[in-house]
């Protein structure tokens, strides 16, 4: 049997492993690899490859950089390839619907939620969030909307203590690919028919800011170690040591939750298992931290140069 041939179209450090999983599997050709322009990036703004385009080019694969998805131009580029199908993976731009139909078997996209969920542009960081015991990965057939298509496959997993969104990121985009590859096969041959999302239960994950970051202490602890995780590495969770003669940014890199109870927003405890944070409800312990042009420290090294009392506010 001839091997399926497809345009893989994907930016993000997410779209790798299923890019590196299609490329070495022998019963797909990757005709072209799309992905978005070069970017300036640095405080010398060069230049800089996305992701994707670094792999593609050591795969030896063809790279086209489109500045537009729908110009019409790289829309008859596409066509001349005749791929059989378009598989999408974070690429970072809604594809028209002349490019959906391009293929004769449509376009397939890689989604790290259980859509309907958690349609839109941050669906790890929102699961890790508002504290969800699982999430997992979907194979979607694409439409003209935010993540509305009819759904092939699914794929959960849970959502660990240790997980933060950058750990997450890592096992959902393996766990992506390999359900991709399983998918394909089965939808070409028609065995797997693509099944209309769910009515209910959808959800949008916003766009992550970096004021997403900015700790509120009066939440409960448990709230506000979910977000913590979720917002790790970006924009990271961060806070302010309320200090003359102005405060000092502080960056929250690892804590958990324990049973104390103070004023919100005081330092209730500070040794070397930790920094204990007076929350809403309960309390947190930092254990890893960094204050604003310093390294990431334990809460003992930390203390060891700058100590706290109790009392302390941070805010």
Known sequence: M??????FMGTADLSCASLQKLAGNPDFQVLAVVTQPDKPKGRELKLTASPVKVLAEKLRLTVLQPLKARDDQFIGQLRALKPDLLVVV???QILPQALLDAPPHGCLNVHTSLLPKYRGAAPIQRAIADGN????VTIMKMDAGLDTG???SLRRTPILPTDDSQILHDRLAQLGADLLVETIP????GMIQPQPQPTEGSTYAAKIRKEDGKIDWNQPAGKIWNRLRAFTPWP??????QVEPKPQLLKIWKAEPVDKNGRSGDVLAADKTGIIVGCGQGSLRITELQREGGKRLTAEQFLAGFPLKSGARLG
């Open 2 to 7: 001839a091997a399926l041939k497809l345009v």
């Open 90 to 92: 974070a690429y970072g």
């Open 133 to 136: 015991p699982e999430t997992g």
């Open 150 to 152: 009819p759904i092939l």
């Open 186 to 189: 089965g939808y070409v041959s």
């Open 236 to 241: 990271g969770g961060f806070t302010f040591l």
